[in-house]
């Protein structure tokens, strides 16, 4: 089934979907390696964005609620699988917003949630309004979070492409307003780096009240971006938290 929101290397034998959500500014790209990282049981299907990709010509959505329900309408229409998402910084928002979306329409529940590089939802930092700041002060940011190639941020005519996706996105992360709902009904992972400024331990252990279930912590030795300086390891851990999963559903 062909669908612009979800990318994706369909193959036989597989018994559990990965759905992943990049960071603002990312895209499926990010995930790219993770195919042939995992076990073959698993599928790993990348959320695109309008504004990357191949949507790249696409305005970016500036407007949260209607992303996150364009996403789990899209998923409630893929082919149906045993699924878990995964998501960091922006993403991890937005996963965490379509799991609740779907809880409260009484749709299939994600059978784990990873939630990476992301504070606690009702426990985030005041908004750095980096989508309100002239485009030579956003980059000089950017260049700061460590997350984006030196000579990508250095290319002006390439910048200048990719600056209002990366608004849109940074919008969206800033503006997110957090609702108390009924915490979710499935297992959560939060993935986390020692040196991330943008993190505390007081405000992740707050997702463990967004969640019924058992909520644990992995630390990692990097900073913002550790998902990129520490790939084979958190592939290592994702992988090992859906061994059981694909076991079963093999059963």
Known sequence: MNNPWLIRRPAPGRSLRLYCFAYAGGG???????????????????????????????????????????????????SPLPFAFFGHSLGALLAFEVAGYRQRRGWAAPVHLFASGCNAPQRRSPSLDLHLMEDAELIESLREYNGSPPE????????????????????????????????????????????DEHTTAAQLEGWQLESRQPCRIEWYEGDHFFLNQCREQVIEFVGA???LLTASCRA
């Open 152 to 195: 990508v941020l250095a290319n002006r005519e390439l910048m200048t492409l990719l600056l209002p996706m990366v608004r849109a996105d940074f919008l969206l992360a800033e503006t997110y307003a957090y609702q108390a709902r009924e915490p979710l009904d499935l297992p959560l992972s939060v993935l986390a780096g020692r040196h």
């Open 28 to 78: 499926p790209a990010v995930y790219a390696p993770w195919q042939a990282a995992l076990d073959p049981a698993i599928e790993v299907c990348a959320i695109q964005l309008p504004g990357r990709g191949a949507r790249f010509g696409e305005t970016p959505w500036r407007d949260m609620a209607l992303l996150v329900a364009t996403i789990a309408e899209a998923i409630e229409r893929d």
């Open 241 to 243: 938290q859906l061994g």
